[in-house]
């Protein structure tokens, strides 16, 4: 074991990247040179309320504690470089609403550090379970948090970058428009459609929300970790988040660096696509499984999906809002907004009336009519007092 964290080492090396076990303040202040880095593609721990195994630090001192890391990630951008950060966020202990710390540190990073955002992304990861439980599935009062914030920033307004890299299939509905020709017209929006729209140019732009599903099961890294009895690192995300941002900032050959590289899917990345690559992580048991990346073939890995057919298995769906909407809702909304949990026995309901029979007059409010049934409503009311994050 490295007895003294705060002393990096070189822990391995490739043909094409380093990975070096310690602190990655101090791999960046000595062992990275000032204005040679490309791309800085990370995860860094979140500011959660709930202590996880991998270290994260609490909401509410979270800037305080960035703020050294982006000092230093100034120092060793290029000008023309990009800063990508994969940021999750969180929920203010004890009642159902979020923790600003993500877009605070976003506002810190351009205020007070001088830099730009270029675009937010959205990860949009459809397995993700309807958490948290109290508020989602028990209470019923909040949607399932199934995004991730990710913020494209760059030491100047200009980094370097193409779309044409990270282009996605026409729509079945596009290549039907392109098949049958369209007809140049202003839209309703006031958006002018020109000829140019119907021109084919082989793929579409995609959108600033990343649809990937982080379901990886049975993978090689997860695999030799089992074999070896290595706790997996808990946090990974899937290699395509990473791929897209550096296939879409940097040329080969360019230099990527994850400070917070748990088990290296940004350097596993770099080494098949032909980026130089660092990775840094302060746990040495999180590197040990990370080797699993490195010790075959690197394109002979089965979880990279960068060439996936263009079928209707490559596409995740997202339903329309009213799919299951299906005339007036009969339940009532809980009057505290959900802050006493309830226990229903059977379904609360109104007795029919139309908009225009409330309107007129003729029918009762369902705001009277919940006063009145939680008055004297025989179904227990429990006040837990829980406090979930």
């Known amino acids: 074991m490295n007895a003294d964290k705060s002393v990096p080492r070189l822990y391995h090396q490739t043909e094409s990247g380093l990975i070096y076990l310690g602190d990655s303040l101090n791999v960046l202040e000595n062992c990275v040179k000032e204005s040679s880095v490309d791309l800085i593609v990370t995860s860094p721990p979140y500011g959660l309320v709930r202590k996880k195994e991998y270290g994260n630090v609490d909401a509410d001192e979270y800037l305080e504690w960035f703020r050294p890391f982006a000092k230093a990630f100034k120092r060793v951008l290029r000008e023309?470089?990009?800063l990508v950060i994969d940021i999750g966020g969180s929920w203010i202990p004890g009642q159902p609403t979020r923790s600003l710390y993500h877009f605070k540190l976003l506002i810190m990073l351009c205020e007070e550090f001088g830099f730009h955002l270029a675009q937010e992304f959205y990860w949009w990861?459809?397995?993700?379970?309807?958490?948290?439980?109290?508020?989602?599935?028990?209470?019923?009062?909040?949607?399932?948090?199934?995004?991730?914030?990710?913020?494209?920033?760059?030491?100047?307004?200009?980094?370097?970058a193409s779309n044409r890299r990270v282009l996605q299939p026409y729509s079945s509905s596009m290549r039907e428009l392109l098949k049958n020709g369209y007809r140049a017209k202003k839209r309703p929006s006031g958006h002018d459609i020109s000829t140019k729209f119907a021109v084919d140019n082989g793929a579409a732009i995609p959108p600033n929300l990343i649809a990937i599903?982080?379901?990886?099961?049975?993978?090689y890294y997860l695999r030799y970790c089992?074999?070896?009895g290595i706790e997996p690192h808990p946090a990974r995300f899937p290699a395509e988040l990473p791929e897209f941002f550096v296939?879409?900032?940097?040329?080969?050959?360019?230099?990527?660096?994850?400070?917070?590289?748990?088990?290296?899917?940004?350097?596993?990345?770099?080494?098949?696509i032909g980026r130089r690559?660092?990775?840094?992580?302060?746990s040495e048991e999180y590197l040990q499984g990370a080797m699993g990346r490195f010790v075959r073939p690197i394109d002979a890995d089965a979880e990279i999906s960068s060439k996936k057919s263009d079928t209707e298995a490559s596409y995740y769906r997202l339903p329309r809002p009213g799919i299951l909407w299906n005339g007036v809702e009969d339940t009532l909304l809980p009057g505290d907004g959900g802050k006493t949990r309830q226990v229903i026995t059977e379904p609360?309901?109104?007795?029919p009336c139309s908009d225009y029979q409330l309107s007129m007059g003729l029918g009762v409010s369902p705001r009277a009519l919940r006063e009145s049934e939680q008055a004297d409503s025989s179904a227990p009311l429990i006040d837990t007092g829980i406090e979930e994050g």
Do not use: H, Q, Y
Not at 149 to 156: I, K, R
Not at 213 to 219: F, G, I, L, Y
Not at 277 to 282: D, F, L, S, T
């Open 277 to 282: 690559w660092i990775c840094v992580e302060i």
């Open 247 to 272: 296939r879409m900032l940097t040329d080969p050959g360019d230099l990527v660096l994850d400070p917070f590289g748990g088990s290296c899917v940004a350097g596993e990345v770099c080494e098949r």
């Open 213 to 219: 599903a982080n379901t990886e099961s049975n993978s």
């Open 125 to 160: 990861n459809p397995s993700r379970l309807p958490t948290p439980a109290e508020w989602v599935t028990v209470r019923r009062i909040r949607v399932k948090d199934a995004i991730d914030c990710v913020w494209w920033l760059s030491p100047s307004p200009w980094p370097r």
């Open 80 to 82: 023309d470089g990009s």
């Open 226 to 228: 089992r074999e070896r």
């Open 348 to 351: 609360t309901s109104t007795p």
